[in-house]
Every structure is written in C-alpha cells, then in structure tokens.
C-alpha cells in the first residue's frame, strides 16, 4: 500500500512564525502535491513538484514556498505564518508522468495560526 | 476557471439503502474523475475512478456513472454502511491542463 505520512497531525503558530511542513512517502512516486482544504471551498493547490529540486505553483501559492531536496520528501514552507493560513494542509503523492492519475493523500496536518 | 461542484451538501441515508452522490463539473475537456471519501480527521481516500470513454465504472458496492451531455458525474453505493458515513468529494482533471480540480465534498451520514 501506498503510504503518505505527513510530520505533524495537529500545529499552533503564533503569526509571523516560520512553520515547516514536511511530507514523506514511500512509493518511490515522482509527483508531490500539497494543498490546502478549507470548509466549502474543496481542495486548492499550493504548489507541486514533478522531480527532485523540482517545483511549479498551484492556483494558490502566495504566502508559501516549497523544498524538494529528496525523492520521497516534499516539505511546505510558510516563511511568515498569517491568520488567514489556518487551515488543513494535505499532502499527496502520484506515479510518474504527466497527467498521471490516482493521487494518495497523507491524514492532513490541521494547523491553527494565532 | 473550472468548477467542481456537488449538487447536495449532505445526504442522510437509512442503513441498508442505497446512496447516491452527485458532481456537476463546468470544463467539458476533463478526461479523468475521481471520487474521493474523507473520514472525520483523516486525508481523502481514492474510492474509484473513470475516464471520458467510460460512461459506467464498478467497483465493490460502488459504481460511477459519467453523462458527459450534461457534465454530470455520480457516486453509487449500494447496501449503505455506518462506515460509509463521510464526506464524499468529486475531483476531474484535464491532462492538457495536468490539474486536478476538487469539489467542495458532501456529507454523508448513514443512519443505524
């Protein structure tokens, strides 16, 4: 089974804090994704990458940065943590190729920004 | 840009009965859609997928439906379980595009 494990399942930063979210899996997939999920608005795309040391901008990449420094680590960066950041962040991973198909998610990392 | 949206926010089904989600997407060149269940606290899980030259897929006690007239997909769960109770999302994505685009999720909540 595929198995996307993600650093922590609960954060509280205060504003201005630099978070580190980091993902892992183990399928020796290509493609990481990370999104963030808030209530009504479904799943948005941070950023993703196709490759190590690899990275491309989703839909919604301000405020956020990314590392992709091993094949099997994706790590999202706030630099300076907002209040409008709380959030869900879930991290995915897929096989290799464009447009490659299922994506596996991680259990979420729930992070509250005071 | 394109939009995934589901048509019943949440849906409250008899243990037993069958259940059916619906998705409406807006970008008549997506070739692939997923459905997705989210438990309470954990990340989606992939339930099951098809592609634009389908339109019926099946899978164990769920089946996916895709009128591609109408932009329309749906998510059929036959004999619905207490463990079924979850969030059930929708997501389609264009491989010109290379995105996948996710609706916002309905509730499904199955009564004992």
């Known amino acids: 089974d595929v198995k996307v494990t993600q650093s922590s399942r609960y954060l509280v930063k205060r504003t201005g804090e630099k978070v580190f979210l980091e993902c892992v899996q183990d399928?020796?997939?290509?493609?990481m994704f990370w999104y963030r999920q808030d209530p009504g608005l479904g799943l948005r795309l941070i950023y993703f990458s196709y490759d190590v040391k690899m990275k491309e901008k989703g839909d919604i990449p301000e405020g956020y940065s990314v590392s992709r420094e091993k094949k099997e680590r994706f790590s999202l960066i706030l630099e300076s943590a907002s209040t409008n950041q709380t959030s869900m962040y879930l991290c995915?991973?897929?096989?290799?190729?464009?447009?490659?198909?299922?994506?596996?998610f991680g259990p979420g990392t729930r992070l509250t920004v005071l | 840009g394109e939009s995934v949206g589901l048509h019943l926010p949440t849906l409250s089904v008899q243990e037993g009965d069958n259940s059916i989600i619906n998705c409406a997407y807006s970008?008549?060149?997506?070739?692939?859609f997923i459905w997705y269940k989210q438990e309470s606290g954990k990340g989606p899980q992939f339930i099951i997928d098809i592609r634009s030259n389908m339109d019926k897929r099946q899978g164990q006690r769920v089946t996916v439906l895709l009128n591609k007239t109408v932009k329309h997909l749906s998510l059929q769960i036959a004999a619905t379980q207490p463990g079924d109770s979850a969030v059930y999302f929708c997501a389609e994505m264009s491989y010109n595009f290379n995105k996948f685009y996710f609706g916002s999720g309905t509730k499904l909540n199955v009564k004992p």
């Open positions: 995915a991973s897929s096989p290799p190729g464009p447009g490659a198909d299922t994506q596996y």
């Open positions: 970008n008549s060149a997506s070739d692939y």
């Open positions: 399928m020796d997939h290509e493609n």
